[in-house]
Structure formats: structure tokens, C-alpha cells
């Protein structure tokens, strides 16, 4: 079973960047659809982008143009570079297959957005 383990999350003020990081072992990585999601209090858990194994990429329209999704195969790790944070990207950030498999979810990410 693929095990999924986020990292990179942090404070930041708003207007701030943050990288994370997606580490995958025990699959044929390259070959899957993989997504960040995110999960806010109170709200339900919502994917803001996608790679697919061509490293082509889509994005939630509230993040497009802010955030990057990428990712290096030989070492089974998807990112999200995240720039010019908003109070409202605050939330716990998941990675996972696109669509999500339920039992790859990992422990996430928090990431907050505050000054």
C-alpha cells in the first residue's frame, strides 16, 4: 500500500510563499494522476491541482496563477509551490491519487495564513 507523507507546511504572512512536499514510496509512481488537496475547518476537503503523467497541470480557480504543482518521478515526490497566500489558503494540505484513493490518505499539512 502506497504510503503518502506531506511536509512544508508552516505560518506564513499573508502576501508569503510556501513549498511542499509529497513523498510516495511502494509504487509505479510516474504513471498516476496525483492531486493536492486542502481542507479547511468547516469545510469540506477540495482539490486545488492536478498532474497528470505527462506533467500537464490544472488548478482550482481560486488558487490559478498562485500555486505550481509539480513532480519528480525518480524521486516519487509531487510539490506545490505556493505564492501570494491569502488568509483563506489556510487549511491542512493533502496529497493523494486524482481521484482519490480513501485509503492513501496521509497525516497532511497544516498551513496558516495569518498575520
Known amino acids: 500500500q502506497v504510503q503518502f507523507v506531506e511536509s512544508g507546511g508552516g505560518l506564513v504572512q499573508p502576501g508569503g510563499s510556501l513549498r511542499l512536499s509529497c513523498a510516495a514510496s511502494?509504487?509505479?509512481?510516474?504513471?498516476?494522476?496525483m492531486g493536492w488537496y486542502r481542507q479547511a475547518p468547516g469545510k469540506q476537503r477540495e482539490v486545488v491541482a492536478r498532474?497528470?503523467?505527462?506533467?500537464?497541470?490544472s488548478y482550482a480557480d481560486s488558487v490559478k496563477g498562485r500555486f505550481t504543482i509539480s513532480r519528480d518521478n525518480a524521486k516519487n515526490t509531487v510539490y506545490l509551490q505556493m505564492n501570494s497566500l491569502k488568509p483563506e489558503d489556510t487549511a491542512v494540505y493533502y496529497c493523494?491519487?486524482?481521484?482519490?484513493?480513501?485509503?492513501?490518505w496521509g497525516q497532511g499539512t497544516q498551513v496558516t495564513v495569518s498575520s
Open positions: 493523494n491519487y486524482y481521484p482519490p484513493r480513501n485509503d492513501s
Open positions: 511502494g509504487s509505479i509512481f510516474s504513471i498516476y494522476l
Open positions: 498532474i497528470f503523467s505527462s506533467s500537464a497541470t
